[in-house]
């Protein structure tokens, strides 16, 4: 039996390898977005997954791999439930998240 932590590490590998195959496959999907179906971001095509109707970005399915592993999430739906509240935030975080970005790409520059 695998300790949660070694679950979630485990499966961190596993979708970063998914988002560096697609930009290997189709290295201009590193600069398209779209808007997560979970979490209600927009965030890169690269590494997301469709699963069924929604299209979940890179750090959304990392949270559905566990949570299917884990025997947390029974289905897709179980987790576009559960990000419902994180969605309504989106509208506001993505704000911030901007500015976040905005401040990291400024210090990256000076580096
Ligand atoms: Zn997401």
């Known amino acids: 039996m695998k300790s949660k932590e070694e679950i979630v ?3 961190q590998l596993v979708v970063e390898q998914m988002r560096l ?4 496959e189709n290295p201009d999907c590193e600069h398209e977005f779209f808007t997560c179906n979970a979490c ?4 890169d095509l690269a590494g997301s997954v469709q699963y069924g109707p929604y299209r979940l970005c890179n750090d959304c399915v990392l949270l559905a791999e566990v ?3 884990l025997g947390q999430l029974k289905d897709i739906q179980g987790l576009i439930d559960a ?3 994180k ?3 989106a509208d506001c975080e993505f704000i911030k998240e901007e500015e976040k970005r905005k401040q990291a790409l400024d210090s990256a520059e000076l580096n």
């Open 21 to 24: 195959d697609d930009i290997e």
């Open 83 to 85: 990000m419902e509240d």
């Open 87 to 89: 969605r309504l935030e």
């Open 67 to 69: 949570g299917f592993e």
């Open 9 to 11: 590490k485990e499966m």
């Open 40 to 43: 209600g971001q927009t965030k």
